[in-house]
């Protein structure tokens, strides 16, 4: 049976899965336990994975929940009637923050799945990525 190396960002690094001397756990640690993610990037159930450390996941998580608080409060400002430009404000930072994990998203996309995907020789990567950084720069 052929070993797997995985390939994940975490910290602007890029390490793959049985590189543990600075003690990282491998990405078969931290996948679902359930979920076996093959040399073509799909799992078990055939759709595309993404593999983000557990750190990076932890990351993102926590900044779509302060995200979603904060539209909550956009919400409850319009409900309460507040000044307009308030809520403006407000809105301006929501997507300032939404912009961000989609910055964080993309460095590890373009530094793990991209350079993975090309190293195997699928071309097509490339105009997947630019349609996507097209949605993003709306």
């Known amino acids: 049976m052929p070993i ?6 975490l910290e602007g690094q890029v390490y ?3 590189d543990n001397e600075k003690g990282l756990k491998t990405m078969s640690d931290q996948t679902h336990p359930h979920e076996n993610i093959g040399n073509d990037g799909y799992s078990d159930s055939g759709q595309r994975k993404s593999h983000h450390s557990l750190k990076v996941k932890e990351n ?9 608080g904060q539209i909550r409060g956009v919400k409850g ?5 507040a000044y307009c430009d308030d809520v403006l404000n407000q809105i301006a930072a ?4 939404l912009n961000s994990v ?5 460095e590890g996309h373009m530094k793990s799945c991209v350079v993975e995907r090309l190293e195997e020789g699928d ?16």
Do not use: C, P
Request: net charge positive.
């Open 94 to 97: 929501i997507q300032s923050a």
């Open 123 to 138: 071309k097509e990567v490339i105009d997947e990525l630019l349609k996507t950084i097209g949605k993003l720069m709306k």
């Open 16 to 18: 793959y899965n049985g």
């Open 102 to 106: 989609g910055k964080i998203l993309l």
């Open 60 to 68: 993102l998580t926590s900044r779509l929940n302060r995200i979603e």
């Open 77 to 81: 400002m319009i409900e309460k009637d």
């Open 4 to 9: 797997l190396r995985r390939r994940f960002f």
